[in-house]
């Protein structure tokens, strides 16, 4: 089985291609689930973002709230950077291995940054984003390849970058704690009401108030709700407004977040 969770649709994109390769099942994770069933003697595969050097909190969630089957002792994880992943592949295994769970190998794949929400930071432009889309069709056979056995020892397969341990260390605690819990959607006069954001937001942290999106406090930063926007009108503060928005050209909407009671009622059975 492999388990992703993702923003704007790069995970998804590697999550569904893995699944097409190994002829297994990609299911996106959601917040009622408890129990992870181990449906025959498929792997246990986690695909998901970095966030902040560290992996997806939406997803580190999910490991920590949930139960494995037992008949899953070990598993991979493949992590969806835009640069580099610092030591999110450590911290991981630390999270699986409360869980009886070994992490038998982590992998990177480059893709489009879609991190808007600080300034100096901002998508990649068309040209970068595309080259990087085109090479993730590589490593995800790599990656396929590697977890099959049949690694290519010439091929680094995981993107650590420098200062991984100040990065991943420091940077990525404080991010969970606090970068948060700074909430500052807000909508423009282009919202149509259409009400997307509410559907997308893993957390369902976003509710419609009198047809405007309102943002609790439960914010994994994702990014879903502003890129994904059909009429651009949510901007984090004044710091989007003269960024770019980004979704992989193959973000299936339906495929992401559809809240299923258990993992056995997969949304692209
Ligand atoms: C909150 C946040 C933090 C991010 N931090 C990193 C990072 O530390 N390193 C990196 O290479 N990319 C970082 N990114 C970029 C994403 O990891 C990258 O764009 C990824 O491909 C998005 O995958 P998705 O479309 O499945 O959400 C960050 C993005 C967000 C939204």
């Known amino acids: 089985m492999i388990l992703y969770t993702t923003g704007t649709g790069n995970s998804q994109s590697v999550a569904v291609r893995m699944a097409e390769m190994l002829d297994d099942k990609a299911v996106a994770v959601d917040y009622e689930t408890s129990r992870v069933e181990a449906r025959d003697e498929k792997r246990l595969i986690f695909v998901m973002p970095v966030h902040s050097w560290g992996p997806a909190l939406f997803m580190m969630r999910f490991v920590r709230r949930c139960t494995f089957d037992k008949r899953y002792t070990e598993a991979w994880a493949v992590f969806v950077c835009g640069d580099n992943c610092g030591n999110a592949d450590k911290i991981f295994a630390k999270a699986l291995k409360k869980k009886g769970i070994r992490l038998v190998a982590a992998y990177s794949v480059q893709m489009p940054n879609n991190y808007i929400l600080m300034k100096g930071f901002g998508i990649d432009d068309a040209e970068l984003a595309k080259e990087k889309i085109a090479n993730s069709e590589l490593r995800v056979s790599q990656i396929v390849a590697a977890i099959q056995g049949h690694a290519d020892d010439s091929v680094p397969m995981y993107t650590r970058g420098t200062k991984a341990w100040l ?53 994994v930063q994702c990014v879903a709700c502003i890129h994904r926007c059909p009429k651009r009108a949510i901007e984090y503060g004044d710091v989007s407004v003269d960024m770019g928005r980004y979704v992989h050209p193959d973000l299936q909407q339906n495929l992401h977040f559809v809240k299923t009671k258990d993992t056995q009622n997969t949304e692209n059975e």
């Open 167 to 219: 990065k991943s260390g420091v940077v990525y605690p404080l991010f969970a704690r606090m970068a948060v819990k700074r909430v500052r959607f807000r909508t423009t006069d282009a919202c149509v009401s259409c009400g997307l954001c509410e559907a997308v937001c893993p957390t369902h942290n976003i509710r419609l108030v009198n047809g405007r999106p309102v943002w609790g406090k439960d914010c």
